[in-house]
């Protein structure tokens, strides 16, 4: 995928691996450059830099010690007088690659994360025994070296578990990690386009020192399987704007404290309180940025090709990063029983409008193996959801048969025909939601709601009071803009508090419907909700006028639904033919025979 954003930019990729590697199957041009071995060995390090101007990595276990050395013989790219020929640096590679010391690192700079213990190798057992009075159990002992994707990792729930894990981990050096109660997880990715690392004395309460070096990607919401990311949701949902913002700015700290330029994947937990801690930190494109790819202005890859070159490192603008569809997903391909079966989910993708299907190359699967990708963009996370939704049954399905030999395409399609009988998947979700203060108001709404139904736009009708049920009021606008919901319509007479007390808590469009109550014609519904204090405002038709408010919630989501603008667009051009032929009408017959047959229509 890398090769894939440097080729469009014309710009040539060596590449360390084995024969027939998948990104030297996409990459002939200067494929003589290519080198045949590994990351691991030192020897096959030096002839890739011996061919190429600039090092980056696409995994982090490297062997740094031959990277500090071919820094030492050439530092700069040749041409300039100051930029690093190793992006990022190898001391930041160094410290990541090591789990305990990158939580040190964090530490340093006031990075909110777990705390962590170094486990002394000579006294194992005792040794954990005693973090375990500090961190309480349970806890998870962890490899400092060689750990990703859950390998390196065992969790202690209690001392009887001890042994267990210093078998099962034996040979490495460790460390513990205090528990982590968390609700979910979240990542960003963040490009880092200047070289200094920030200094951990830096004034913390001066946000120049990252914000000047550093983009971030909108926080997404990965879910795991079997310690494996399955699912990516962009942007993450359930969380609100603030918290999203807060996960990119930490994100951003946390990588502007090493060294070097590139992308890089900050891993994080939301724990129960709401807190926000990193868990770790990828000094490469990661797995959960790839949809980037289809759903953002440049993707991830595109974004450490340019970072890591000393000519295009200063060309990322800022709104590179930005979304440009409402929502996007991705589902990993891993693979199961037969080499074959993970071609089983691609495939299915080809039936599914818009889902981009991206196979790795590597050959036949194995169980478990990640083999490719896919993902879905659309108006709103519902729509992503449902698309997905078939292609995450056959998911389940071959991970359900992988350690099955037996296992064959017939009975894995038929395990997710099963899987999808008993959940169908979930509805579309609405995207303007209808509220009333009483059902009185229901005859005020029904025209507008009518005009809704006839766009086919997804909506919810619900009664809450701004006094008689002021808390699920509350609760209703602030949870409305994580359930998808585009346009609030509220409807209320007399005091007519309900549209401004929901406008107050949510950042969803409200459109106020004033209702003709029994006294003052609406006039006092009207004027109540008109006068909102600045900071609050709320969109107002006119008395009784809900097909105005329906017509407006639509262009709102017609912003985003390609659709429902056509919608749109086609009742304004009816409007005017009608007018038109109202017109001619008149002119031909006279005002006085056309006065008669409007009448008689009536």
């Not at 190793?86 to 789990?99: E, G, H, L, M, Y």
């Not at 074959?340 to 196979?359: C, R, T, W």
């Not at 969109?539 to 105005?548: F, K, P």
């Not at 919608?567 to 005002?591: D, F, I, T």
Request: aromatic fraction near 6%; include cysteine.
């Amino acid at each position: 995928m890398l090769v894939e954003a440097a080729s469009r930019l014309n710009v040539q990729v060596a590449v360390l691996d084995r024969e027939g590697a998948p990104a030297k199957q996409i990459n002939l041009v200067g494929s003589d450059k290519h080198v045949t071995g590994s990351f691991a060995k030192a020897a096959d390090v030096e002839a890739l830099a011996a061919k190429s101007d600039v090092l980056t990595y696409e995994i982090e276990h490297v062997d740094t010690e031959i990277l500090e050395k071919l820094s030492a013989q050439q530092q700069y790219v040749k041409g300039t007088s100051n930029w690093n020929r190793i992006q990022p640096s190898w001391k930041t590679v160094r410290t990541i690659q090591d789990k305990f010391a990158q939580k040190q690192h964090l530490a340093r700079f006031s990075i909110a994360t777990t705390r962590s213990i170094a486990v002394e190798e000579s006294r194992g057992a005792e040794a954990v025994r005693e973090i375990a009075e500090q961190l309480q159990y349970p806890l998870m002992l962890k490899s400092r070296t060689q750990a990703y994707d859950g390998r390196g990792n065992f969790p202690i729930r209690s001392g009887e578990e001890i042994e267990a894990g210093l078998k099962a981990l034996a040979g490495r050096p460790l460390y513990a990690e205090e528990w982590a109660n968390f609700r979910m997880e979240l990542a960003v990715m963040v490009i880092k386009t200047t070289q200094p690392a920030a200094a951990a004395d830096a004034d913390k309460e001066d946000d120049g020192w990252w914000r000047s070096s550093t983009l971030a990607y909108p926080a997404v919401e990965t879910v795991h399987e079997d310690s494996v990311c399955k699912l990516v949701y962009a942007p993450a949902r359930r969380v609100g704007a603030a918290k999203l913002e807060e996960a990119q700015d930490l994100a951003r700290r946390a990588v502007a404290s090493f060294a070097g330029t590139g992308v890089f994947g900050v891993e994080m937990f939301v724990l129960a309180d709401g807190k926000l801690v990193v868990n770790e930190i990828a000094p490469r494109p990661h797995n959960s940025g790839h949809y980037t790819i289809e759903a953002c202005r440049m993707s991830q890859f595109e974004a450490q090709v340019r970072a890591v070159l000393p000519d295009l490192a200063t060309t990322i603008a800022a709104g590179s990063t930005e979304m440009v569809v409402a929502a996007a997903m991705m589902v990993n391909i891993l693979g199961g029983a037969q080499a074959d079966s993970h071609l089983l989910v691609a495939k299915k993708a080809l039936s599914i409008p818009g889902a981009k299907v991206h196979l790795y190359g590597k050959g036949p699967g194995r169980p478990g193996r990640k083999m490719g990708h896919i993902t879905v963009v659309g108006s709103s996370m519902s729509e992503c959801e449902r698309k997905m939704h078939p292609l995450i049954q056959l998911v389940d399905a071959v991970r359900a048969e992988r350690n099955k030999p037996a296992a064959t395409a017939e009975s894995i399609l038929a395990a997710a025909d099963a899987r999808m009988q008993r959940d169908p998947g979930p509805a579309l979700a609405p995207t303007v939601a209808v509220v009333m203060g009483s059902d009185t108001d229901l005859a005020t709404l029904k025209p507008g709601l009518q005009f809704l139904e006839d766009m086919e736009i997804r909506f919810q009708v619900t009664i809450t009071s701004a006094h008689r049920t002021p808390q699920f009021m509350l609760d209703f606008g602030k949870a409305a803009a994580g359930r998808g919901i585009k346009a609030i319509i509220a409807a209320a007479g007399g005091a007519a508090h309900l549209p401004g007390m929901i406008a107050s808590v949510t950042a969803v469009p409200v459109i106020g419907c004033p209702v003709k109550a029994s006294s003052l014609d609406g006039l006092d519904s009207l004027l109540s909700i008109v006068q909102m204090p600045r900071g609050v405002p709320v969109a107002t038709v006119s008395i009784g006028n809900s097909t105005n408010a329906a017509l407006l919630a639509a262009r709102i989501v017609g912003t985003s639904e390609a659709r429902v603008q056509a919608w749109v667009e086609r009742h304004l051009q009816r409007m005017e033919e009608e007018n038109l032929a109202k017109a001619a009408r008149l002119e031909e017959e006279g005002w006085r025979a056309y006065q008669r047959v409007e009448s008689w229509n009536r």
